[in-house]
Nanobody, 119 residues
Framework: EVQLVESGGGSVQAGGSLSLDCVGS????????MGWYLQDPGKERKLISL???????EYGDSVQGRFYISRDNVKNTVHLQMNQLKTEDTGAYFC?????????????WGQGTQVTVSA
């Protein structure tokens, strides 16, 4: 069974920092892009950041220059450092593993962890 377990998050004032961690198990994540999505209530999940196993990264426009993602391929972990947080960064953050399986792309999700940024 594929599992993604998140930790971290919490509450902080605007301008502060938080970090998130995700540990994957039950799968070979070598061919997976791992990272984070943010979901506000009633809205679609939006990309925060993804990282390949070779270290190539992608960031959403809203977090460029403020958030930094890293990955440990041996431990199957991904870490998101969030700096200069804004109130609009508030929401549920979901760890994701987007995995290529032959011609198919499948996405696995964690259970989500809340980040609240107050003014």
């Amino acid at each position: 069974e594929v599992q993604l377990v998140e930790s971290g998050g919490g509450s902080v004032q605007a301008g502060g920092s938080l970090s998130l961690d995700c540990v994957g198990s039950g799968y070979d994540f070598t061919n997976c892009r791992m990272g984070w999505y943010l979901q506000d209530p009633g809205k679609e999940r939006k990309l925060i950041s993804l990282i390949n196993s070779d270290g190539a990264v992608e960031y959403g426009d809203s977090v460029q220059g403020r958030f930094y993602i890293s990955r440990d391929n041996v431990k199957n972990t991904v870490h998101l450092q969030m700096n200069q947080l804004k109130t609009e960064d508030t929401g549920a953050y979901f760890c994701a593993a987007r995995c290529q399986r032959g011609p198919s792309l499948r996405t696995y999700w964690g259970q989500g962890t809340q980040v609240t940024v107050s003014a």
